[in-house]
């Protein structure tokens, strides 16, 4: 009887989270990049072409433009000028597709409300099944009331509320990432056949969710070499290497199944070179770090040899020529970085130290209590458990990883190592009632902060960063203004009665404002000695000019990613 109820809490735990995430779903604009996974998504869909957004594999993009084959958008002529001018296989054509995105919403006679809900909600369905994931690894190996433990923390957690119902694909790396390393426990407990087959569907699934799931294997020669090291029996290891051979070999059928078995191949190109720099020039102002697609997986060593990528490429063609573009595009992001904001520097470099200092600041308080307890535990316990124990290195070599990267642009981007954590947690409340009552003691008050801060959990800071309200001077982007937040705009605006306010909110585009602020001034056309109300997201604010900031006084929040003031002559 007990063991009914706990169950009945666990799942109903996940539909509150459910309810909550479509109720966002309606509340929040579309951030930056939905737009652009979106509409790829039913292009992948319609036309079985992959050509826009390769920078993501193909799965979460199609399953969030499922809804739309219903509704039947239109696509206008503009919007298929833009995918005309997208055949170049080594031309990135991210302008294009945002172009795309923006005139499927807002200027072909569509309902971008609609189609963003409607988009949100196979996204909702994801987050749903990874927090059943939790849940059913928790029960199996610790009991209902680890569950209950594991599942609570995952459910009320900012972050993953934050994400859970947007048309990215942190979600769905996080779901694949956790199955691939509770697989790899598997297979290392017991190497058998069923347990490969069961690591490369879930490598697969994480990656052709993201292209980061590469982060995996570093995990997986760490685990291997661990394994090996506790059990020195030959058989063993050749037997878990023969099924780890065939878990890759499924995982590239998975890849294959998710372009539907083609996709145009990598050109046979006989200069490299010149492809890549005709390619640069399609526009004159494209970055190099985004023009070149395949070159930083292939022609790595020599700038100019284009021998070897002829060599190379016969075994390209093992994977869809997209999915390889899209990785090459990510490895050089990753490796070049992009315009950062951290605690008043900016940087297009990025810091190693980024990544744990937002887990440490936009992690709520009561979840890094348990998480440092469970790590305490998983080391002094006299009783080892390797479950728990892999679990938490795979959030170390994760997180570790990421620190390695120059494009820091979010919490989001370590969102797979939340579950193993709260999975962690969950172990530790198997060990003693006590432990057990603390960890629900520690859910309650994390209960209290996901009331107290809903709706504004893509904002949410920790009391060691002075709350929410000073997120602004410590880390912006998807940390905490990300486009989400122009319906609030719009109500704040109407509530005070404001009219013609400048606005410096370049996330969506002009149109996303035309259609949700209407009567609005660029800050950017703000001349010395004019007056009235400035919107500025958090992101823009700091990035103002010093002359233009002494212009603005009495600053203020309207939500926790944008800011409000009063211009002054």
Request: hydrophobic content about 45%.
């Amino acid at each position: 009887m007990m063991k009914t109820l706990v169950l009945v809490g666990c799942v109903l735990v996940l539909f509150i989270q459910a309810s909550i995430q479509i109720r966002l779903a309606a509340l929040d604009t579309p951030t930056t990049d939905e737009p652009v996974h979106l509409s790829a998504g039913y292009t992948y869909l319609t036309r079985h072409d992959y050509r826009f957004n390769p920078e993501h594999p193909p799965l979460i993009k199609t399953l969030a433009a499922l809804p739309l084959l219903w509704v039947k958008p239109v696509i206008s002529s503009p919007a298929e000028a833009q995918w005309d001018q997208s055949t170049n296989f080594f031309y990135d054509s991210w302008r294009e597709n945002r172009a795309f995105g923006e005139m499927l919403l807002y200027q072909s006679d569509n309902n971008p409300d609609q189609l963003i809900f409607l988009g949100r909600l196979p996204m909702i369905a994801v987050t749903f099944l990874l927090g059943l994931t939790v849940l059913l690894i928790a029960w199996r190996h610790w009991g209902p009331w680890s569950a209950l433990v594991a599942t609570t923390f995952f459910a009320f957690d900012p972050t993953v509320n934050a994400h859970g119902h947007l048309v990215t694909t942190d979600v769905g790396l996080s779901l694949g990432f956790l199955l691939s390393v509770y697989s790899t426990w598997r297979l290392l407990d017991r190497p058998t056949w069923r347990n490969g087959l069961y690591l490369g569907l879930s490598f697969g699934l994480a990656l052709i969710s993201k292209h980061t799931a590469i982060i995996f294997l570093p995990f997986l020669v760490v685990a291997l070499l661990w394994a090996f090291w506790l059990r020195f029996d030959n058989s063993y290891r050749w037997s878990v290497l023969a099924k780890v051979g065939v878990a890759f070999i499924v995982s590239m059928i998975v890849i294959w199944a998710s372009f539907g078995f083609h996709d145009r191949s990598v050109p046979a190109t006989s200069s490299i070179t010149t492809s890549i720099s005709e390619a640069k020039n399609q526009i004159s102002e494209v970055s190099a770090g985004h023009a070149i697609a395949i070159k930083s997986t292939v022609d790595v060593v020599n700038a100019q040899d284009d021998s070897l990528y002829r060599l190379i490429r016969p075994l390209l063609l093992l994977l869809p020529g997209d999915y390889l573009k899209g990785l090459g595009l990510v490895l050089g992001h990753t490796s070049n970085g992009q315009s950062s904001f951290l605690l008043g520097q900016t940087s297009n470099t990025g810091w190693w130290y980024y990544f744990p200092l937002l887990f440490l600041l936009k992690t709520p308080l009561p979840t890094l209590i348990a998480v440092f307890a469970s790590f305490f535990l998983l080391w002094r316990f006299p009783v080892k458990d390797r479950l728990a124990q892999t679990l938490v290195l795979g959030a170390v070599v994760f997180l570790g990883a990421a620190c390695l990267s120059k494009a820091n642009l979010g919490i989001r981007h370590i969102l797979p190592v939340y579950p193993l954590l709260f999975l962690g947690i969950g172990w530790a409340a198997s060990l003693t009632p006590k432990i057990r009552l603390t960890a629900f003691a520690l859910a309650v008050w994390l209960l209290i902060i996901y009331i107290a801060t809903f709706p504004n959990y893509l904002g949410y800071f920790n009391e060691l960063a002075g709350s929410s309200a000073q997120g602004y001077k410590i880390a912006t982007d998807s940390n905490l203004d990300w486009g989400q937040d122009l319906k609030r705009i719009g109500q704040y605006l109407d509530d005070n009665n404001i009219q013609n306010p400048y606005v410096e909110y370049g996330w969506l585009g002009n149109s996303a404002l035309n259609y949700y602020l209407g009567s609005y001034r660029l800050l950017s056309d703000y001349q010395s000695g004019d007056t009235g109300t400035a919107i500025i997201g958090a992101s823009a604010y700091n990035q103002l000019s010093s002359d233009l900031l002494s212009h603005c006084f009495n600053l203020k929040e309207i939500t926790p990613g944008v800011l409000t003031c009063q211009l002054r002559p």
